[in-house]
């Protein structure tokens, strides 16, 4: 959905997605035929593979392990229609974040970055990918001041990675420029994408079911919650056993691509990965706005609003314009406004409603982005086409949570992306399966692939090897993103 603070609530499991959700624009502007699909009218009562959820983590996982085998079977369960929780709400801005992270993580977002743009390009995925620059905000002296400090000790310890990448901008007549109505600052970064993460989602699942539905390797069933699962051992093999109202489920291994709702399926992440609320909505600019016929040319973040803190900040994207409204009208997709919700959102796994004081914020965007023409009297107010809910998975260390699960054989998570997934969850997603494969392929030793992949990824990112061949390799996630009995102790020590 986008950046949320990492305040961790309420140590309570998560509840399972709603079953009436608030109506999310990307999905009812793009109804797609497989929203509600079952390949057979019954569950299978075992399965090799089992992935719960249907986003991003969870379709490049289904694509990593169907493209790298030809003899595993992979079940896929969600809990309501095809890509309906948080990559089929969120905000559609794919901006690696370069001015504050070290090299290593930087390299990983970058890599996701070019990995999801290559994918695009080479198979021609209608998603209204538009590469652009991205610009950061700022409204709050003191944060923008820490922003330039860390872009600097960014850029020291990773010449090549920031070097012609991202640039600070103090001048008024420049920030005015940008459109940004009082800000104190900007960073402007060269590599940042807008997209629908639907429209690119769905078409990967249509594409799997084409490729692999016949054969009976994939079984995708939607509208089928996993309500609880549990150890399960046949003929001497350990495994699980899923319950849904539908029947059960016996899987040797299982990837759970849940996010923000892991906890409701291991009760034990409770405290590690927060169920939040976060707000979107879709407005039109206003007629006379030179950005109702022209694309505004970059994505926004929006840092240091009054009421916000470090972590929290807004966040926009454009969706295309055709002449007869059919590919898309212009819309401003915008979400963000955490510190406007009641508890920032934080603890809660209800999307059916939404929260009128951030809707409230969210349509006060005028009051932050010039969409004025030049002499115009600045509106208020833009027409509200849609506002949405969506439920993101708040880390308690700020790090997702990828890999084997600790004292589970078999079990594997990508999740907890603090409302940052997009440049983070479509190679996490490949690296569980990767996992995955090898446990299946090693009598469930998996942890010597994983060790191995994590530092060629730390070995990698010292390096400026950012390409097109690199993107395709083998890397793992960043060591900070592994799953240990080390790391969960001390995140909540």
Avoid at 96 to 115: C, D, K, V, Y
Avoid at 438 to 462: M, P
């Amino acid at each position: 959905m986008g950046d949320a603070s990492f305040q961790i609530g309420s140590s309570s499991p998560a509840g399972l997605p709603s079953l009436n959700p608030t109506e999310s624009y990307w999905q009812t502007s793009h109804p797609v035929p497989v929203a509600e699909h079952r390949s057979t009218s019954s569950l299978p009562s075992n399965a090799t593979v089992v992935i719960v959820g249907t986003g991003i983590s969870g379709v490049f996982a289904a694509h990593e392990i169907l493209s790298q085998s030809t003899d595993i079977d992979v079940l896929v369960l969600e809990a309501r229609t095809l890509c309906s929780s948080a990559t089929g709400r969120n905000g559609g801005h794919l901006v690696p974040i370069i001015h504050e992270q070290r090299p290593g993580i930087i390299a990983w977002e970058l890599r996701n970055f070019h990995h999801v743009a290559a994918l695009i390009e080479s198979a021609g995925i209608p998603c209204d990918f538009r590469k652009l620059n991205g610009c950061l905000g700022f409204w709050n002296k003191t944060y923008f001041e820490e922003a330039k400090a860390a872009l600097k000790e960014a850029a020291a310890l990773a010449p090549e990675q920031t070097r012609d990448a991202v640039r600070v901008v103090e001048d008024a007549a420049e920030l005015e420029e940008l459109n940004l109505v009082g800000a104190v600052g900007a960073i402007v970064q060269t590599t940042a994408a807008s997209l629908s993460p639907y429209k690119l989602v769905t078409w990967l699942w249509q594409d799997l079911l084409k490729k692999h539905e016949g054969t009976g390797r994939l079984n995708l069933q939607t509208t089928t919650p996993v309500t609880s699962l549990s150890p399960h051992s046949k003929e001497g093999n350990p495994g699980y056993l899923l319950t849904t109202a539908r029947g059960t489920i016996i899987a040797s291994h299982i990837i759970l691509a849940t996010n923000g709702y892991t906890s409701h399926l291991l009760p034990q992440f409770s405290s590690l990965i927060s169920p939040t609320q976060a707000q979107m909505t879709a407005q039109l600019p206003p007629p006379d706005s030179p950005f109702s016929s022209n694309l505004i040319p970059r994505s926004y973040g929006f840092v240091g609003i009054p009421g916000m803190d470090h972590e929290m900040s807004d966040y926009l994207v454009q969706r295309p314009i055709s002449e007869n409204g059919a590919t898309g009208r212009g819309e401003l997709m915008y979400g963000g406004g955490r510190h406007a919700a009641k508890g920032y959102g934080v603890g809660v796994s209800d999307d059916s409603y939404i929260d009128p004081d951030v809707e409230n914020h969210l349509r006060g965007l005028p009051e932050r982005l010039n969409l004025a023409a030049q002499g115009s009297v600045r509106v208020t107010h833009l027409e509200l086409l849609a506002s949405w809910t969506g439920i993101i998975g708040s880390s308690i260390d700020g790090f997702p949570w990828v890999g084997g699960v600790p004292d589970h054989h078999g079990m594997f998570l990508a999740a907890g992306y603090s409302g940052h997934g997009m440049p983070n969850a479509p190679l996490s997603g490949r690296h569980v399966a990767r996992l995955v494969l090898e446990s299946l392929r090693n009598g469930g030793d998996w942890s010597g692939l994983q060790k191995a992949e994590v530092e060629l990824t730390e070995k990698k990112g010292l390096s400026s090897a950012i390409d097109s061949d690199a993107v395709e390799k083998n890397f793992g996630v960043p060591v900070e993103y592994v799953i240990t009995k080390e790391r969960i102790n001390g995140a909540l020590g």
